[in-house]
């Protein structure tokens, strides 16, 4: 089985920056889309930004400027730099992703993975 594995949270202070990453735990499951969703306790998860495998990104209204999603289609691995962090910013964030399975050497068809999170806080 595969999982996303994902890295970089922590405490940063307001307008700070931060960069968090997601992988597959294994290398013969390779990126589609990737997503990032975050979730403040007590809250429903919420869309963050998104990349496709042609590389069209988009963005929560509320990142937008601040937050980019960008991909390494080499190193098979996601990753959300944060900038400019804001005290609201503070949430576990997720990775969900559209992974395809090369087990059998070839696409074998994929669907959609979450991550176990990593928390971020914002804060001085």
């Known amino acids: 089985q595969v999982q996303l594995v994902e890295s970089g949270g922590g405490l940063v202070q307001p307008g700070g920056s931060l960069r968090v990453t997601c992988r597959p735990s294994?290398?013969?499951?390779?990126?589609?889309?990737i997503n990032w969703y975050r979730r403040v306790p007590g809250n429903q998860r919420h869309f963050v930004a998104g990349?496709?495998?042609?590389?069209?990104?988009n963005y929560a209204d509320s990142v937008k400027g601040r937050f980019m999603i960008t991909r390494d289609s080499a190193k098979n691995t996601g990753y959300l730099q944060m900038n400019s962090l804001k005290p609201e910013d503070t949430a576990v964030y997720y990775c969900?992703?559209?992974?395809?399975?090369?087990?059998?050497?070839?696409?074998?068809?994929?669907?959609?993975?979450w991550g176990n999170g990593t928390l971020i806080t914002v804060s001085s």
């Open positions: 969900n992703a559209h992974l395809e399975d090369y087990t059998r050497g070839y696409a074998a068809g994929g669907r959609f993975y």
């Open positions: 294994r290398s013969d499951f390779r990126f589609n889309s």
């Open positions: 990349i496709t495998s042609a590389g069209t990104t």
